[in-house]
């Protein structure tokens, strides 16, 4: 059964950080690039980080460049997001995505706001 599960997301004041992980399962993680999307209430889905299988290789939206770090550990079948400084505009639910096979996840809401 394939599985993606994130985790980590909550509320945090704008400048704060938070860190959000997905474990995956049911399938070969390791043979798939991944991502981090985003989806904010009345927006279009955003594509706001990815990396490659073996986490050489790694892009970010302009909006997010410089603040969010993206990484994996094939050894544990894990995908991270680091998101610091973060602004009010970061909040929506943020999903992971297996590229390869499109396998996606619940999502986590990362709300930030005083």
């Known amino acids: 059964q394939v599985q993606l599960v994130e985790s980590g997301g909550g509320l945090v004041q704008p400048g704060g950080s938070l860190r959000l992980s997905c474990a995956a399962s049911g399938f070969t993680f390791s043979k798939s690039g991944m991502n981090w999307y985003r989806q904010a209430p009345g927006k279009e889905r955003e594509l706001v980080a990815t990396?490659?299988?073996?986490?050489?290789?790694?892009n970010y939206a302009d909006s997010v460049k410089g603040r969010f770090t993206i990484s994996r550990d094939n050894a544990k079948n894990t995908v991270s997001l680091q998101m610091n400084s973060l602004k009010p505009e970061d909040t929506a639910v943020y999903i992971c995505?297996?590229?390869?096979?499109?396998?996606w996840g619940q999502g986590t809401q990362v709300t930030v706001s005083s």
């Open positions: 990396i490659s299988s073996g986490g050489s290789i790694t």
């Open positions: 995505n297996a590229r390869l096979w499109d396998y």
